[in-house]
């Protein structure tokens, strides 16, 4: 009887013991599941900031902030991958006049490049990063500079008498838009040739743009243009989709077609993919970054869900790597 009494105990201690070690081994899986499972949040320091994200884990940081006083606009990396260029404004200077600057990857060695009392918007690097190409309200209109890197030697390089914008450069040829086309020329400002045509172009409805072609990017290897086409200007964000052409005006291929307001679209350094960016659907205040391969096929939107609405994403650039996007972020209500 009593060695039954001892067993029934030794049963009970065992037992017990089990449920003690059951009870702490789930409860460790759950402080480790709640370790690991930390709520992500978008870095925030002033209204606009240069940030990185990476494709594959969607960690994002903050690379560089803004002065609270200023506001950003056009963003490009290097070929180099290690510095960008933009243009910048301060508030408190009203439209007056913006500047173009230079920093690092990663957020320092900033430097101001031009200092004078016009508009100088929207600079792109040539291909060896040794000159900049960008746009300046001196005269009647907006007409295309350039100048070295450190802002010297600067001359007016074309002007079509009409405003030209939405430039980039890839080896000695500069594209460009002009009366809502897409042109070609050489990095010299000789042999300027109309590529795109769209037949609707210039009409006016309710977008801030007439019909027409826009934000033409050069692919790395030249061989390939992608721009955006405003093609329903009756809904206020504009109705864009996104288009390949050759440089020659030959073989046109349309993108996409869901005609959201989308564009300012980059070439991967690999020239495989692109990234771009998806304005207002659904009459969301939230910008998404997406990416597809160069044929249109693969279209998928990257934007963590963590992102907030207020968080809007502008001017999307892969890194040197192809691994991560840097952008342009805005917190709409710091504005």
């Given at each position: ?53 990476d494709?594959?884990t ?81 005269d009647?209109d ?102 390949t052409i ?38 969301q ?16 939107n ?34």
């Open positions: 009887m009593i060695f039954i009494m001892v067993k029934r105990t030794i049963v009970v201690i065992v037992l017990f013991i089990l449920t003690l070690l059951s009870s702490s081994f789930f409860t460790g899986c759950q402080e480790s599941s709640q370790t690991t499972q930390q709520v992500r949040t978008v870095p925030h320091d002033t209204a606009w900031g240069i940030y990185r994200l494709i594959d969607q960690d994002i940081s903050l690379v560089y902030s803004f002065p609270a006083d200023s506001v950003p606009s056009g963003l490009q990396l290097s070929n180099s991958g290690d510095k960008f260029v933009f243009a910048q404004k301060l508030k408190s200077q009203g439209d007056e006049k913006t500047e173009i600057y230079s920093v690092g990857t990663d957020g320092k060695n900033l430097i101001k490049i031009t200092d004078n009392d016009y508009w100088d918007l929207y600079p792109v690097w040539s291909s060896d990063s040794a000159r900049i190409a960008f746009l300046s309200w001196r009647k907006l007409d295309i500079y350039v100048m070295d890197a450190d802002g010297k030697n600067m001359e007016k390089l074309y002007d079509s008498g009409d405003h030209d914008a939405d430039i980039n450069w890839v080896g000695n040829s500069i594209v460009f838009t002009s009366q809502s086309a897409v042109w070609i020329m050489q990095d010299d400002g000789t042999q300027p040739v109309q590529v795109t045509d769209y037949p609707d172009k210039g009409r006016w409805g309710n977008a801030n743009l007439p019909a027409g072609d826009y934000d033409p990017r050069l692919s790395p290897d030249g061989s390939k243009i992608v721009f955006e086409r405003l093609e329903n200007t009756d809904d206020p964000h504009g109705g864009y989709n996104i288009f050759d440089p020659d005006g030959t073989g046109e291929t349309r993108l996409t077609s869901s005609g959201y307001s989308q564009g300012l679209a980059n070439w991967s350094h690999s020239g495989e993919e692109l990234t771009y960016i998806v304005a207002a659907i659904d009459g205040g939230k910008y998404h970054i997406y990416i597809m391969n160069s044929d249109g096929t693969n279209n998928r990257i934007t963590p869900d963590y992102f907030p609405a207020g968080f809007l994403c502008h001017h999307p650039n892969f890194s040197k790597d192809d691994s991560a996007i840097f952008f342009l972020g805005q917190w709409w209500e710091d504005n």
